[in-house]
């Protein structure tokens, strides 16, 4: 019997890793042993790479990306047979359709999307020092659809990914009928993560109970997965950063963020932070419309 995949989506730095560990837990089953190097990684990063070279009629090498992208959807068409049980897939690319008109990740068997978000001021401190780059850079990088960006001269160990700006890629995701998105902010998250984490369970497909989830949020907790990273490493770490697990909580912006790159942010992203309840000052209000 073949399985379905679910996707993890959010712009970087958002919560989404988080939510893989917690969810991955659940469906391990909450007592037995799990670390955050059993992370399952199959069908994202430098795997998904290899899986279009098998399943490919040409290496992805050879093909430019929108060349690339026309193939995806029928990969993962090929993959679902394949695969057993819930599959969770870490995405932070924006939701895109090739130019044949096809979804990327096809609805027909991947419907299902969680997807977090996350105030663009802590987004914008966390990505600098993910990436090494300068608070401006990361300002910057987040401004940018990637219309401008020039073509690859030369193919990455993984396939190319399109993250759109911070507001694409949110819009792309939550305004987005043509998949099941259960979508929360970073900041509910960690108000209430037991509430939110049985709602994207739910969402899943996993059938556990609320006690379940809140022994695997206990079980994950920041402190926690700092520690192991500082035992054990952690292999999803990219080469330019010093630590993924850094901080864990919201309103890591101040005394960080000056007030004109807040402004920038604002003047970037201001009719979507309002959408979604974030305030100039840092704060995240109510919204409405989550599900």
């Known amino acids: 019997m073949s399985g379905s995949f679910v996707l993890i989506a959010s712009y970087p730095k958002s919560g989404n890793t988080w ?5 991955q837990r659940l469906l391990r089953g909450v007592d037995k042993p799990f670390s955050i190097n059993d992370l399952e990684a199959k069908y994202q ?13 040409v290496n992805a090498a050879d093909l430019l990306q929108e060349e690339m992208e026309q193939f995806l959807p029928d990969i993962y068409r090929r993959l679902i047979p394949k695969i057993t049980g819930i599959v969770l897939v ?30 663009p001021y802590d987004v914008a401190v966390s990505t600098a020092h993910h990436l090494s ?11 940018d659809d990637g219309s401008k960006r020039p073509p690859p001269t030369g193919m990455p160990e993984s396939l190319p ?13 939550i305004d987005n009928d043509s998949y099941r998105v259960s979508w929360a902010r970073y900041e509910d998250i960690v108000a209430d993560p037991v509430a939110i984490f049985s709602r994207f369970a739910e969402s899943a497909g996993l059938q556990v109970s609320r006690e379940e989830v809140a022994e695997a949020t206990k079980r994950t907790e ?10 054990q490493g952690f292999k999803e770490r990219p080469p330019s950063s010093p630590q ?33 309840g974030y305030g100039e000052d840092g704060s995240a209000g109510t919204v409405q419309g989550t599900r």
């Not at 430098?46 to 490919?56: E, K, P, Q, T």
């Not at 920041?222 to 035992?231: K, W």
């Not at 864990?248 to 912006?253: A, E, V």
Request: glycine share 6%; net charge neutral; hydrophobic share 40%.
């Open 45 to 57: 990063g430098i795997w998904r790479r290899l899986a279009f070279d098998r399943w490919a009629p």
């Open 90 to 119: 870490k995405v932070h690319e924006a939701a895109k359709r090739n130019v044949g008109g096809e979804w990327l990740y096809p609805p027909d068997c991947m419907p299902n999307v969680i997807y977090l978000v996350r105030h």
């Open 161 to 173: 990914q399109t993250f759109g700006s911070w507001s694409s890629n949110v819009e792309s995701w």
């Open 19 to 23: 939510t893989r560990i917690v969810l």
């Open 222 to 231: 920041f402190r926690a997965l700092q520690r192991e990273e500082e035992e």
């Open 133 to 143: 780059v300068s608070l401006e850079s990361a300002v910057e990088i987040m401004a």
């Open 244 to 276: 993924f697990f850094r901080a864990g909580i919201s309103g890591t912006w101040r005394d960080v963020l000056d007030r004109s790159l807040r402004e920038n942010l604002v003047r970037d992203h201001g009719r979507v932070m309002e959408r979604l």
